[in-house]
């Protein structure tokens, strides 16, 4: 066996960061930028209001109350066509522009109009600039926005919209595609017959996908047949930027997918120091980099956690420091025992917060086939080699939701 540190390193350096690519903007939530951007224009563009009321000269209301004639109205959208002169107000709409002559804006509940609409009485003074928002108040021509490793947020996107800006230059969504295989896997509704499973990994490993940020592309299931597994896999390394593979990664007479695999690929077949998950299969394939998962459900998704995501998302550009889950410390809230073996095992638990500290219990059943735990977990517990853990010990866990 190897450690764990070792069979990811190696990975992670099977895994080249893909080329840039420009997106459209509505399309690039959770990419990563490959440059500075810089603001080609002011945000605001001209001085508004912020707020729906009247414009004035602050030094015509200092001794308010104080009664002003209406000017006209600017309504949001268009440029004002009158000035605001000595002992006038205009009346003026949330992001309308400032007319001249006025510096100031009093807020709507601060005034009362008369009935004819031709004067309004202002019940306070305000300063100078009293709501109103200056033009390059957010951003003036030139000033960096972002810089290159900047993960996109639906924040970020508005900001370069506001700026004109509707493409950008990123690491694009690894295009990965998922293929089950096994003799025993059947798609669908219809009753099993006796040895056969319905195939969920596949489904899984295309979900875990999206939620990396990650392109999936369904390969579909594959036979136990040599020839049927190489076209499969030569399909999908020619027009995917990686590509899982769920099961025959073991050392059973009939996991073809690593005989094929050795024929047509540069390939390392580890056994690694922990549990579930301990088989993994990595390297290039036409230099593609191909992940062969093992085929019990809980350890397909393991491995996916320790292994596939960090080297998919380096492969996006994300910043080295995010590539792997941050552990975080809790507390052990019941018994979380194990068998001394040489490995470090991943438990899957709940996670609650009380008392301002994280708590860990088990999600139910330990073994590699139980999905129905790993969909109850919240976390991945991470118990050293020994008898494991006892309630009120410190434990690492790695968050998964």
Not at 10 to 38: F, K, S
Not at 192 to 199: F, N, P, S, T, V
Not at 213 to 218: A, E, L, M, Q, T
Not at 357 to 373: D, K, M, T, V
Request: with cysteine; net charge negative.
């Amino acid at each position: 066996m190897i450690p764990l540190s070792e069979a990811q390193e190696l990975v992670l350096a099977g895994c080249d960061v893909l080329d840039e690519a420009v997106v459209p903007v509505d399309h690039a939530r959770g990419l990563v930028t490959t440059e500075t951007v810089l603001a080609p224009e002011l945000v605001p563009p001209f001085d508004n209001t912020a707020m729906d009321g009247f414009a004035v000269r602050s030094a015509d209301v200092a001794d308010a109350p104080a009664t002003l004639g209406i000017a006209g109205t600017i309504p949001a959208g268009v440029a004002p066509d009158i000035t605001v002169g000595a002992g006038q107000a205009a009346r003026i709409m949330t992001g309308a522009v400032i007319p001249p002559g006025a510096d100031a804006v009093v807020m709507v509940e601060l005034t009362e109009a008369s009935a004819d609409g031709t004067e309004v009485t202002v019940a306070q003074s305000v300063p100078e600039g009293n709501h109103i928002r200056r033009a390059g108040e957010d951003l003036t021509v030139g000033q960096t926005v972002f810089g290159p490793g900047e993960v996109l947020t639906p924040g970020h996107l508005g900001v370069l919209t506001s700026l004109g800006m509707y493409e950008v230059k990123v690491r694009p969504r690894a295009r990965v595609g998922v293929m089950s295989t096994g003799d025993e896997l059947v798609e669908g509704p219809q009753p099993l017959e006796k040895g056969q499973i319905r195939d969920s990994n596949r489904h899984t490993l295309l979900a875990l996908l999206a939620e990396a940020g990650c392109d999936p592309v369904d390969l579909g299931s594959m036979a136990d047949d040599e020839d049927e597994i190489t076209a499969g896999i030569r399909a999908g390394v020619e027009k995917c930027d990686a590509l899982l593979t769920s099961g025959g990664v073991s050392m059973g007479d009939y996991d073809y997918v690593k005989k094929v695999l050795d024929e047509i690929g540069d390939m390392s077949w580890m056994q690694v120091a922990i549990k579930p998950a301990k088989p993994l299969a990595f390297g290039l394939v036409e230099g593609i980099p191909v992940f062969g998962l093992p085929g019990n459900p809980v350890s397909s998704m393991v491995s996916f956690e320790l292994f596939a995501r960090p080297g998919l998302r380096k492969m996006m550009g994300h910043p080295s420091g995010s590539w792997h889950r941050a552990p975080i410390m809790g507390r052990v809230a019941e018994p979380l025992h194990r068998r001394p073996d040489g490995k470090t095992h991943f438990a899957r638990v709940r996670v609650e917060y009380h008392d301002g500290e994280y708590r860990a219990r088990s999600a139910g059943g330990q073994g590699s086939h139980q999905l129905s735990a790993m969909a109850a977990a919240d976390a991945l517990a991470v118990l050293p080699d020994g008898d494991g853990l006892d309630v009120g010990e410190p434990v690492s866990l790695l968050i998964l939701r």
